[in-house]
């Protein structure tokens, strides 16, 4: 019922209330009243709802001289799509089953909220605990919307879950933020996941004994055959 509302009120919201109810949207998903599903396509609405309202006041008007377009030398922005959507739903929630956090902390976040952590969680293992990608690559590897994994970033960061190192550059582009995992319990659950403890094997006393008993009595017809046996006698040198 909510994100039907919120869907309305984005079709009819002109460029400056958009800001206004992208805050609401993830208010409402982090309260848990909005879906993974229904945040990721509203999102996408609220982007496609301010471009073309930036479009339409770029475009003159009848009568109206056309103002020259300010010069920038980046690429615009690209909005970030799931080739499809049913695989990248599986693959979020398949990320998100697979226990990125301690139970203590995976019941404050949402399936993809999980997904987002469990690909920064991947990330660490290489780097010690640091992860190094963009926030649209991890949110392609989580299979979400690029407006989620930025708030997942934040979210996690406002918990003390990581820190995040922004790296920005003059004249050029910035450089990827890195994310660090500061939870000291998060930290140790990796730990415990990732590596394994070296099982030494007791030695069974009893099993032992009775496989040389075992091993005594099925040798010991030819052992006395051996000793009944004439050998010649040892040559001398």
Known sequence: MFAEQLESAIEGAYLHQLDHLSRDLWKAYAAGAVEDDNAQR??????????????????????????????TIFKPRRLQRPPQRATAIKRRRTLAASGPLPPRLAGQFTTGAMAVLRVIADATGSNGAQCVKSVAEIAARAGVCHRLAQYVL??????????????????????????RIICA??????????????????????????????????????????QGAEHPPPRRY
């Open 154 to 179: 934040r979210l996690a960061e406002r918990e003390r879950l990581i820190a995040v190192e922004h790296r920005p550059q003059r004249g050029a582009p910035h450089l990827v933020s890195i994310v």
């Open 42 to 71: 509203l999102a996408e609405l609220i982007h496609s709802r301010r471009e073309a309202l930036r479009e339409a006041h770029r475009s003159p008007q009848a009568g109206e001289s056309v103002s020259p377009r300010r010069f």
């Open 185 to 226: 319990d998060w930290l140790a659950w990796l730990k415990g996941r990732r590596g394994c403890k070296k099982v030494r094997p007791t030695t069974n006393r009893l099993s032992l004994k009775r496989e040389i008993e075992g091993w005594s009595q099925a040798l010991r017809p030819v052992l006395e055959g051996l």
